[in-house]
C-alpha cells in the first residue's frame, strides 16, 4: 500500500515540474502578443489544477479502498485462525481426555469398547469410545466422523455404531466382535 502512495507522490512530482516546464516553455515560444498568452496559460493552469485534483481524488479513494480491503483480510484471517485454533484446542482437549482416561479407567469387560458416532451441539459430530466420558475426536461433517469411526473400530476390530441426528441407531457395523453373529 506504502508504495502505490509513494509511486502516486513521484507521479504528481513528475506531473507538476512538467506542466511549469511547459508553461515556460509555452511563454518563451509563444507566436501570440501578451495578454493573449497569459489567458492561454491561465486556462492552460487552470485545467491542470482540475486535472491534479481528478488524480488526487482518485488516488485517495484508491488508499482508502486498500486500507479497507486490507483491514477486512485482516479481520477474517483472524476469525479463522481463531476457528481453527479453537477446533485444533477441542481435538487436543479429546485426545487428553481420551489417554486420561485409558489410564485411570480399566478397559471394558469385553475387551476394547465400542465406537460411537454421535450427534453433538452446533450441527457438529463426534467420534466416542463407549464408556468414555469425553469424544475422541470431533468432525464438522458427519460422513468425516463416520470415515474415522470406521477406521477406528476396523483397527480395534469392535462394532460401530452410528446415530442419527435425534440420536436413534441408523447403522451397526460389526468389525471382530460382533454381538449377534450370523447363524451357519
Known amino acids: 500500500m506504502f508504495r502505490a502512495i509513494r509511486k ?14 511547459g ?7 509563444a507566436p501570440q502578443p501578451g495578454p493573449e498568452s497569459q489567458e ?7 485545467d491542470f489544477r482540475e ?29 479463522e485462525g481463531r476457528r481453527r485454533g479453537k477446533e485444533e484446542r477441542e481435538v487436543l482437549e479429546a485426545a487428553v481426555s481420551a489417554a486420561r482416561e485409558r489410564l485411570v479407567r480399566p478397559a471394558a469387560p469385553a475387551g476394547e469398547p465400542n465406537v460411537w458416532v454421535s450427534p453433538r451441539e452446533a450441527g457438529r459430530w463426534e467420534v466416542k469410545r ?9 468432525f464438522d461433517r458427519k460422513g468425516e466422523a463416520v470415515e474415522f469411526a470406521r ?20 447403522e451397526r457395523s460389526s468389525y471382530g466382535n460382533d454381538p449377534h453373529p450370523p447363524a451357519g
Open 8 to 21: 502516486l507522490l513521484v507521479f504528481l512530482d513528475g506531473m507538476i515540474l512538467g506542466a511549469v516546464v
Open 130 to 138: 463407549e464408556h468414555a466420558s469425553r469424544a475422541t475426536r470431533l
Open 23 to 29: 508553461a515556460v516553455i509555452g511563454i518563451l515560444l
Open 151 to 170: 477406521a477406528l473400530a476396523e483397527r480395534n476390530g469392535v462394532e460401530l455404531i452410528i446415530q442419527r441426528r435425534d440420536g436413534t441407531i441408523q
Open 51 to 79: 486535472e491534479i485534483d481528478a488524480r488526487a481524488r482518485q488516488a485517495r479513494q484508491r488508499a482508502e479502498q486498500l486500507a479497507e480491503e486490507t483491514r477486512l483480510r485482516a479481520e477474517k484471517l483472524q476469525a
Open 40 to 46: 492561454q496559460l491561465r486556462k492552460a493552469a487552470a
